[in-house]
């Protein structure tokens, strides 16, 4: 779980992004497009232009105008950089983790897989299953753990969406939990 730190290094990243696209918005609409609180935002811009990142420029009684300085934008690039490498590092870390469970149970003698999983992470599942050497196994994809078939005893998790509370016999194994991958913007 990220930190408070953390997580305001990761929204002025957002936030810079943000502005880099067009810097003539207001910051309501910065706030709307980031999901922040105004307050939050203007705290964070302020913090911004405070640290040389961007530059702020009244253009009117109405309309202030927010610029990434070279100092901007060169921390943009880097905590971009940071940040897909480590999207990348995430996505090997699954890779390995479904691999690993999958081979488990396969050796165990299980055939028949469920996978819960949505969106990019649900197309990461299929490209990996469909690399594995495990002849005669079955994969089914559901987006929810209601959709779950009845009778499955194992479901393989890769969702932000909690299991449901009784297990009724049924054990969630999570394809996403891993500890040895630290990521800090910075």
Avoid: H
Wanted: one cysteine or more; a positive charge.
């Amino acid at each position: 779980m990220p930190t408070s730190t953390e997580t305001l290094e990761e929204n002025e990243f957002l936030l810079i992004q943000e502005i880099s696209r067009k810097p003539t918005r207001t910051q309501r609409d910065l706030s709307e497009s980031l999901g922040l609180s105004l307050g939050m935002t203007n705290l964070l811009i302020r913090r911004l232009a405070r640290k040389g990142l961007i530059k702020i420029t009244q253009l009117d009684w109405k309309r202030t105008q927010y610029l990434l300085t070279l100092k901007g934008a060169v921390e943009k690039t880097r905590k971009a950089y940071f940040y897909t490498r480590y999207t990348v590092r995430i996505f090997r870390q699954i890779q390995e983790n479904i691999t690993t469970a999958l081979t488990q149970e396969y050796r165990q003698g299980r055939r028949e897989f469920v996978l819960v999983a949505q969106d990019e992470i649900l197309e990461l599942l299929r490209d990996t299953v469909s690399d594995l050497p495990l002849p005669n196994a079955a994969f089914t994809f559901v987006p929810r753990f209601q959709e779950i078939p009845p009778g499955v005893d194992l479901a393989l998790c890769a969702t932000l969406e909690a299991p449901p509370k009784t297990a009724n016999g049924r054990r969630y194994l999570s394809l996403v939990d891993f500890e040895d991958i630290d990521f800090r913007l910075s």
